[in-house]
């Protein structure tokens, strides 16, 4: 490893351990943003950040924390108040500070990005101005009402009967078979005792064969008729 190889490591763990102390101190400043003191360090940690960013030629980064650096200098000024808007931009651009530094320190350069929206909301900030709508978190679009199931049809007294009327003629049919069935069975019936030559249909009345599912299905229309 050469010399620009080691200073360039020392850099990659100096922004890191800027970078988590400037975890902690939004964390206190949430709870106390009035605290110049703790404002006056976090610019500074940024102001550092980027005189570092810029001797390696590292735009991004460079850009990112000048912009932050002149929200936080208004702030520890006393020209701009602390506000949940400002803390939310500030913290999304120390997200966008650790993801470059991230890459440097996986590839030895900067990373492709655009920074444009998020930098534009810190100058605007720093300014007086607004954050855009397109870095607004609170401009999201409300989902669209998911289309309505279709409505099932209305089942009326009416429709019940005649699926019941109908249901009733399918079973008569079934009955009517049935017994030309039994009828045909019955006539070629023959006594098997009379003796053989004498052979005659039988004159006893053949028995009814009656199909239980077909007479429990009866039972069941008979049933939802009542």
Same mark, same amino acid.
């Given at each position: 490893m050469d010399n620009n190889d080691d200073i %360039?490591?020392?850099?990659?763990?100096?922004a890191r351990e800027i970078l988590d102390q400037l975890d902690l101190d939004f964390v206190q400043l949430e709870e106390t943003p009035d605290d110049k003191k703790l404002v006056g360090n976090i610019f500074r940690a940024m102001h550092t950040l980027k005189g570092s960013s810029g001797f390696f030629a590292f735009k991004r980064l460079e850009k990112v924390s000048h912009a932050g650096e002149s929200l936080l200098g208004k702030i520890r000024d006393g020209q701009l108040a602390l506000d $949940?808007?400002?803390?939310s931009t500030l913290l999304m651009a120390l997200d966008?500070?650790? !993801?470059?530094?991230?890459?440097?320190?996986? &590839?030895? $350069? !900067?990373? @492709?990005?655009?920074? $444009?929206? %998020?930098? &534009?909301? %810190?100058l605007s900030l720093a300014s007086g101005g607004v954050i855009s709508s397109s870095n607004n978190r609170s401009a999201m679009p409300m989902p669209e009402p998911s289309t309505p199931p279709a409505e099932m049809p209305e089942t009326t007294e009416d429709s019940v009967v005649e699926a019941i009327e109908a249901e009733e003629v399918e079973a008569a049919d079934d009955v009517v078979m049935s017994d030309s069935l039994v009828t045909t069975e019955a006539e070629t019936l @023959?006594? @098997?005792t009379a003796p053989a030559g004498n052979v005659r249909p039988t004159e006893v009345a053949a028995p009814v064969k009656v199909n239980l599912e077909l007479l429990d299905k009866l039972m069941n229309l008979v049933s939802e008729m009542v």
């Amino acid at each position: 490893m050469d010399n620009n190889d080691d200073i %360039l490591a020392e850099f990659i763990i100096e922004a890191r351990e800027i970078l988590d102390q400037l975890d902690l101190d939004f964390v206190q400043l949430e709870e106390t943003p009035d605290d110049k003191k703790l404002v006056g360090n976090i610019f500074r940690a940024m102001h550092t950040l980027k005189g570092s960013s810029g001797f390696f030629a590292f735009k991004r980064l460079e850009k990112v924390s000048h912009a932050g650096e002149s929200l936080l200098g208004k702030i520890r000024d006393g020209q701009l108040a602390l506000d $949940t808007q400002k803390t939310s931009t500030l913290l999304m651009a120390l997200d966008a500070l650790r !993801e470059i530094i991230s890459g440097i320190e996986a &590839a030895n $350069t !900067e990373p @492709v990005g655009d920074d $444009t929206l %998020l930098i &534009a909301d %810190l100058l605007s900030l720093a300014s007086g101005g607004v954050i855009s709508s397109s870095n607004n978190r609170s401009a999201m679009p409300m989902p669209e009402p998911s289309t309505p199931p279709a409505e099932m049809p209305e089942t009326t007294e009416d429709s019940v009967v005649e699926a019941i009327e109908a249901e009733e003629v399918e079973a008569a049919d079934d009955v009517v078979m049935s017994d030309s069935l039994v009828t045909t069975e019955a006539e070629t019936l @023959v006594d @098997v005792t009379a003796p053989a030559g004498n052979v005659r249909p039988t004159e006893v009345a053949a028995p009814v064969k009656v199909n239980l599912e077909l007479l429990d299905k009866l039972m069941n229309l008979v049933s939802e008729m009542v």
